[in-house]
């Protein structure tokens, strides 16, 4: 071994060992010169292109199916070792998890006939009834060449953990980009049974999924949520040591089997991506499952909580979670009735579940009261979808007496307390209710609400902790409206009396809403007027234009210039109408920003001939400019409502055109598929309402906003913004409407613990992009 490699070995990867064999418990062996091949070698292996440990998964299979016989187990081996040269290494990860997780079908032929049965691969019940193993540099023979592992570690003889390991001084993304990719790359098979990829240099340490980017590698850096964070920022090195805080949460032998079996998913909604939860819904999902086991008082009249973890944290996800750990390790008999107020979240949830595989009954979504009524009345759903509204007409009698039954209600302050709500409660008098927000209630006589309703917090992760793990990104804010000085604070305070006047069962509906603004015969001309809408318009283009290159990399000395095409932004209107107008008055101006680059395009080349050279990184730059310009789509998005050709026609508008692509979305793909896609050149969307609530885009930097909002509304639209994405470092929102009075009221509500740091970074008026 060379001196470079004795020191990782000495300082990193022995201590690592040490502590998964000394703290957790596991076996350890180093193999890099030491191992021998044939069946009673160190491994057993019969040589390096061996990924399974083919003695040690034998054992366990004896030891935990003692009544099947040899022919069953020899068949379980089949299925475990198989490698299906047309499946991606991806498409193997998720089979052979399954196999793991549910155990491996097997059919017996007997003198009585042929059974169905299955071989258990894994104990998840008692975890000292497997065998743990980690092998340190470990040879595996590549396509190309062999490759040596750092750490392996086996469960059963399967490689279900892999860690790579770079000494102190070195980087921990080098880990990444130099080590763990290209050893997937070279030898794939032992990737097939992993179930985490850890990186470490010994003080800092990230893990991810297979098939993740680098952008979704996150710390590990807390055992309990009471515990203080080690690292208060996600770029900045941790104040102690984050490798064993990592190996104890994450590879001690109970997590690393409750994570295996109940905190992986794989999300088909946009591609196969494989999920494994992060820290914090690792631990308030199992929070939440242990205040339902509990013999507290709550519990006993329904009262299962609050888990409020900040918007964008992958709550929808802790859901899937929180249900299917409940089903498999509490009780397979609970129906699960996802509860929300809006069409959005309704949609955006049931599509998770279903894409997750954990909804597979198509009629587990109510279509209508009656509909609800005779789902809840059927005890052998797993899952019921519904929205709230469902509810009402009034209940006289109990739908079900079941007491297992959980209600899980999806930001449940809005609609959890009217009339609704009691007609829902009136109907499902002995079931559970669990309340999942991102914007919880802090302050005013509706916090007593939410206890009585729901009972206290059961897990909490606020703006501020989201941000330092990197899980959610930050957020600027810049109030653009009042440089164009078009903000009138007077009128922004007529809007919300009459927002506030007119709620009556939790939050406006946006179609309320979006009547609401024309009623405001006074104000709604001043918000609409040509100039306005004009002047913003303008403003818009000027500003997006200029954050073409955004989220793109920088590009290398003699690379060719790179443009950015994962830059997106959202545009939100009062209603509908302004959503057209706006549109046409953006396109106008776009088009003429073209224009304008494309003339300083032709000079600038004229000077480059005429200095001689043949090359100028700026030339390059403005032709890549204009070519993402030009390549920029534009569409307005909203919902249909009834007479509404009419209705536009009226102010002299078309409605058909933006209808049919609403309706028809683009060569196949539907608006909302090609919005999410990073790539696609659907960049600029102009909404109202829609898109606002339930609706994650990774790669959408800048929110663009023209409607008076507050509370909780406002929260939702800003949090658009926060999800993270490959080499985007914050959101940003831009302000026409001069809501930042409106935006700390917000925050004082709906976000006590987060409000310093949110609030610190949304009142900065940056300039410039």
């Not at 008082?297 to 609050?306: D, E, K, M, R, Y």
């Not at 302050?413 to 999942?436: D, S």
């Not at 046409?584 to 080349?605: F, G, M, N, P």
Request: charged share 30%; proline share 4%; net charge neutral.
């Amino acid at each position: 071994m060379s001196r470079r490699d004795y020191s990782e070995d000495l300082l990193v990867q022995e201590p690592a060992a040490a502590f998964l064999e000394k703290t957790l418990k596991w076996r350890s062996v180093y193999a890099f010169d030491s191992e021998t091949y044939g069946p009673d070698s160190l491994l057993g292996r019969k040589d390096r292109s061996e990924v399974v440990l083919t003695r040690e998964l034998i054992v366990a299979l004896k030891k935990l199916n003692p009544k099947l016989p040899d022919s069953a187990l020899a068949a379980a081996m089949v299925a475990l070792l198989d490698a299906d040269p047309t499946k991606s290494m991806l498409q193997h990860n998720e089979a052979k998890w399954k196999l793991m997780r549910d155990g491996v079908s097997v059919k017996i032929k007997s003198a009585d006939g042929e059974s169905d049965e299955r071989v258990r691969v894994i104990d998840f019940d008692k975890p000292d009834n497997n065998d743990f193993l980690a092998v340190r540099e470990l040879w595996v023979k590549g396509t190309s060449w062999d490759r040596r592992c750092d750490i392996v570690g086996f469960v059963n003889g399967l490689p279900l953990v892999f860690i790579e390991l770079k000494r102190h001084d070195k980087g921990l993304k080098a880990a990444f980009d130099d080590n763990y990719r290209d050893n997937k790359d070279t030898i794939p098979q032992l990737f097939h049974y992993n179930a985490l990829v850890i990186v470490s240099n010994g003080v800092d340490a990230r893990f991810g999924a297979l098939g993740n980017g680098w952008d979704h590698f996150y710390r590990w850096k807390r055992l309990t949520e009471a515990d203080a964070d080690p690292a208060p920022k996600p770029d900045e090195p941790p104040k102690k040591p984050l490798l064993p805080i990592l190996l104890e949460g994450m590879c001690s032998k109970k997590n690393l089997l409750d994570i295996v079996e109940n905190f992986t998913l794989f999300d088909s909604s946009e591609g196969v991506v494989k999920i494994v939860a992060r820290n914090h819904q690792y631990l308030g999902v199992n929070l939440a499952i242990a205040n339902l086991q509990s013999n507290s008082p709550h519990v006993a009249t329904g009262h299962l909580g609050v888990f409020w973890h900040t918007q964008g944290s992958g709550k929808s996800y802790s859901m899937v979670f929180f249900c299917q750990k409940i089903h498999r390790k509490v009780s397979a008999r609970y129906t699960f009735v996802l509860m929300t107020d809006r069409k959005e979240l309704d949609a955006q949830i049931y599509g998770t579940f279903v894409n997750c595989g954990a909804a597979t009954n198509k009629g587990d979504k109510a279509r209508n009261g009656d509909g609800l009524q005779r789902l809840l009345k059927d005890q052998n759903r797993r899952y019921v979808f519904s929205l709230i509204h469902k509810f009402h007409e009034q209940v006289k009698e109990n739908w079900s007496l079941r007491d297992d039954i959980i209600v899980v209600s999806d930001e449940a302050h809005r609609t959890q307390y009217g009339r609704l709500a009691l007609n829902m409660r009136k109907a499902l008098q002995n079931a559970k209710f669990i309340g999942f927000t991102g914007t919880p209630l802090i302050d005013g006589p509706e916090k007593q609400v939410t206890r009585q309703v729901f009972g206290d917090y059961v897990s909490v992760y606020d703006f501020q902790r989201a941000v330092a793990d990197g899980a959610t990104l930050p957020l600027y804010y810049e109030n653009r409206g009042e440089k164009l000085q078009i903000i009138d604070p007077e009128l922004n305070r007529r809007i919300e009396e009459r927002i506030d006047a007119a709620k009556a069962d939790g939050e406006l509906t946006p179609e309320q809403e979006e009547k609401l603004y024309r009623q405001l015969a006074r104000d709604y001309p001043v918000l609409t007027s040509d100039s306005h809408l004009g002047d913003i318009a303008s403003d818009f283009v000027e500003h997006f234009h200029q954050r073409w290159r955004l989220m793109e990399p920088l590009t290398k000395p003699g690379e060719a210039i790179r443009y950015g095409g994962n830059s997106k932004s959202m545009f939100v209107c009062i209603d509908k109408v302004t959503c057209v107008r706006m549109y046409a008055l953006i396109k106008t101006r776009w088009a003429a920003k073209i224009d304008e680059l494309e003339a300083s395009l032709v000079y600038q080349e004229a000077l480059l001939v005429k200095s001689g050279k043949e090359v100028s990184p700026f030339v390059e730059r403005l032709r890549a400019h204009v070519a993402w310009m030009r390549e920029t789509q534009m569409y307005t998005v909203f919902s249909p409502e009834q007479n509404e050709v009419q209705d536009f026609k009226d102010w002299g508008l078309d409605v058909r055109p933006h209808r049919e692509l609403i309706s028809n979305g683009i060569d196949g793909r539907s608006l909302e598929e090609c919005f999410k896609d990073s790539q696609h050149p659907f960049r600029i969307a102009i909404v109202c309402a829609m898109w606002l609530t339930g609706f994650d885009v990774k790669s959408l930097a800048t929110l663009y906003l023209d409607k008076p909002m507050k509370g909780h509304t406002l929260m939702q639209a800003i949090a658009r913004v926060n999800r993270v994405a490959a080499n985007k470092k914050n959101g940003l929102v831009i302000d026409y409407n001069g809501m930042l009075k409106s935006l700390r009221k917000a925050l004082a509500t709906f976000a006590q613990g987060d409000a310093g740091g949110l609030l610190s970074a949304l009142s900065r008026h940056r300039s410039g992009i």
